[in-house]
């Protein structure tokens, strides 16, 4: 396993962090211990439980119950948490019935620890301006339940904002944001001049996400008749059309002339990248993270013309609409 600095925090991550977006909830127990064991064995030290609602109507909980089961899955792997770095989401979701701490407290209750390393704020609700946000974040750092905070899929120009403030007021910094980056989706965040010279002024390290672009990346929705939890089927026939899989049998074409795997591929473009720390994914088998972890040698192997030949696959970033 290969380890980077998390931007201004004095702390090393792992390439790959591994996320449990509908991956451990949907998994018998002892696959998704098997898939968590197998992740720290190969050096993984960086987990996200990433908190999200229930969608299934089968849980036993409205939200949260996500983290019930990365919290049982913890103990019974007998991890070791401070050799763990641990994050979660913070989604303002009740707010402000509910405030930033009191969410947090709700999280580390059900999850059964007593702090997260990280905290990724997405969705902020829109009456609180930029100060308030500063403000709520750093109480929240001050509180000690939280070691760090990071925006997840800010606008450049609101966390620009935030760190201005932060750093005027002396207050923390983010050491990290999540953002989307793929092959399919470069220019919005990652190589954008604009994010690089933030990140660069505040020490800002990237967390790569949707790497494989919601799973199109992997090639396996090029066969119509597979079916997706991401995507509606009218949505894939919506990008069908817009020849996006059309550009996806091109790279898949240059995944098997290079003899990798089009998701080793996939995820090697963007640990090439200098300003992603890791690049965070989930997996619902051990055989999965595997795979996944190929990437890090691929990324070794890729030369600048192979790098070039596959950014030139998709020259303008993809929307997949609404």
């Known amino acids: 396993m290969q380890y980077k600095r998390l931007g201004n925090a004095n702390v090393n ?24 064991k197998t992740a720290i064995d190969a050096g993984i ?24 089961v990365f919290g049982n899955l ?51 609700p829109k009456h609180l301006s930029a100060e308030q ?22 606008p450049i120009e609101f966390l620009a904002e935030c760190c201005a403030i932060a750093s005027r007021k002396g207050l923390p910094l983010p050491p990290a944001a999540m953002v989307p980056y ?22 800002i390290a990237l967390v790569a996400s949707f790497s494989l672009f919601g799973g199109l990346l992997s090639g396996k929705y090029n066969d119509p008749t597979i079916a997706s939890r ?10 069908r059309a817009s020849g996006l899989f ?32 890791t690049v965070l994914f989930g997996a619902t088998s051990a055989q999965q993270l595997v795979e996944n972890l190929g990437a890090l040698q691929v990324a070794e192997k890729l030369s600048e013309a192979n790098m070039q030949e596959l950014a030139a696959l998709f020259p303008q970033d993809v929307s997949l609409g609404a």
């Open 13 to 36: 991550v792992s390439a790959f962090s591994l996320g449990s977006w509908n991956t451990f909830e949907f998994m018998p127990e002892d696959e998704a211990l098997s898939v968590m």
């Open 230 to 239: 991401r995507f509606k089927p009218e949505q894939l026939e919506k990008m």
């Open 182 to 203: 793929s092959l399919a989706m470069k220019q919005a965040f990652v190589e954008n001049d604009q994010m690089a010279a933030l990140c660069q002024e505040y020490d």
């Open 246 to 277: 059309d550009k996806i049998a091109n790279f898949l074409e240059l995944a098997d002339k290079t003899g990798y795997s089009p998701v080793q591929l996939a995820y090697a473009y963007c640990l090439r990248h200098p300003q992603v720390a």
């Open 45 to 68: 030290n960086f987990l996200d439980d990433a908190r999200y609602d229930d969608t299934s109507g089968k849980a036993p909980m409205k939200t949260g119950y996500s983290e019930v």
């Open 133 to 154: 946000v500063v403000d709520e974040l750093a109480a929240l750092v001050a509180s000690g339940k939280v070691k760090y905070w990071a925006p997840g899929n800010w």
């Open 74 to 124: 913890l103990r019974k792997g007998g991890f070791e948490r401070d050799k763990l770095f641990i994050s979660n989401r913070l989604w303002f979701e009740f707010y402000p019935e509910q405030n930033a701490e009191q969410e947090v407290d709700a999280s580390l209750e059900r999850i059964g620890i007593e702090y997260f390393d990280l905290v990724f704020c997405f969705d902020i």
